[in-house]
């Protein structure tokens, strides 16, 4: 079966610049979550979403959003970008969050500059 | 917040050795998932401890679960290199997220 999508792989942007990143999960995973992956801070949890709603969120600004669509797709968003913003971006689907193990995409690296 | 942390950072082993990280939770978990990424990889999943006290191997790894459900650890027996990798810990307390550990980064030198 096919694996978690990512698109795009890499991205550079400008500081103050605002960046939509997509993901779509395995068929039949409702549950997409979003992780923050920097050397110094290791996976850093940005949002879960499950049936289109948002169960947990982590501590970032409020400039990290995101979304799910009805077909489980989810899509975060970054806006008036800042350097520290720099990193790898993973989205992981489960069936169930955190119960039955997660599967990650390759992620999105983002350079912000 | 529930907090992981992960020991050692980093661990560079001669082949055939053995290598054991740990992990110990600031909550009691229902459960811990252990995850393996290889150099400019993704993380992937190894396994699901959720019993205290559970034992699980995976061929030369090692699987553990504390008996208070807020520790564990994974041990490889005789190293490969095709071992190397960060190894992370992620502990699911009730209907929280998944929170990682920051991994240990494993070296195996031929």
């Known amino acids: 079966k096919a694996g978690v999508t990512q698109t795009p792989r890499y991205l550079i942007k400008t500081r103050g610049q605002q960046v939509t990143l997509s993901c779509s999960p395995i068929s039949g995973h409702r549950s997409v979550s979003w992780y923050q992956q920097t050397p110094g801070q290791g996976l850093q949890f940005l949002f879960e979403y499950f049936s289109e709603t948002q169960r947990n969120k982590g501590n970032f600004p409020g400039r990290f959003s995101g979304r799910q669509f009805s077909n489980s797709r989810s899509e975060m968003n970054v806006s008036t970008l800042e350097l520290g913003d720099s990193a790898l971006y993973l989205c992981?689907?489960?069936?169930?969050?955190?119960?039955?193990?997660?599967?990650f995409g390759s992620g999105t690296r983002l350079t912000v500059v | 917040g529930q907090q992981v942390m992960q020991i050692p950072q980093y661990q560079h082993v001669q082949e055939g050795e053995d290598f054991t990280t740990y992990c110990n939770s600031s909550t009691t978990l229902s459960n811990i998932q252990w995850y393996k990424q290889r150099p400019g990889g993704h993380p992937v999943f190894l396994i699901q401890?959720?019993?205290?006290?559970e034992v699980k191997k995976q061929k030369r790894l090692t699987f553990q679960f504390g008996e208070a459900k807020k520790n564990s650890s994974l041990h490889i027996t005789a190293t490969q290199t095709t071992d190397v990798g960060t190894y992370f810990c992620a502990g699911l307390s009730g209907y929280s997220t998944l929170t990682f550990g920051k991994g240990t980064m494993l070296l195996v030198s031929p």
């Open positions: 992981a689907s489960s069936l169930d969050a955190g119960n039955y193990g997660y599967t």
């Open positions: 401890l959720v019993k205290s006290g």
